[in-house]
Nanobody, 114 residues
Framework: QVQLVESGGGLVQPGGSLRLSCEAR???????MGWYHQAPGEQRDLVAH???????VYADSVKGRFAISRDNVKNTVYLQMNSLKPEDTAVYYC?????????WGQGTQVTVSS
């Protein structure tokens, strides 16, 4: 069974930075990893995802502020979040997509507030 183990998140002031990590366990091969976020009462939306080859896609709202990367040896994806804004406040979920299957982490809270 694929397992996604997230770490990072927390409370940060506007303009601050946070780094999220997500390790994928019990899986080998080619797959896309990424991050989604979900604010209360809102749908879950893509933040960024990255392929095995390193091709990354970002939501317009985070371009130039967030950077996604991955370590294929460690099966880990990272999300460096800079210049955080209050509207970035949400639960962030790690996602792994292989074929037509989606796997999700448990979610980690990111709160941007002074």
């Amino acid at each position: 069974q694929v397992q996604l183990v997230e770490s990072g998140g927390g409370l940060v002031q506007p303009g601050g930075s946070l780094r999220l990590s997500c390790e994928a366990r019990n899986i080998v091969g080619i797959f896309v990893m990424g991050w989604y976020h979900q604010a209360p009462g809102e749908q879950r939306d893509l933040v960024a995802h990255i392929s095995n080859s390193g091709r990354a896609v970002y939501a317009d709202s985070v371009k130039g502020r967030f950077a996604i990367s991955r370590d294929n040896v460690k099966n880990t994806v990272y999300l460096q979040m800079n210049s955080l804004k209050p509207e970035d406040t949400a639960v962030y979920y790690c996602n792994l997509r292989v074929g037509r299957s989606d796997y999700w982490g448990q979610g980690t809270q990111v709160t941007v507030s002074s």
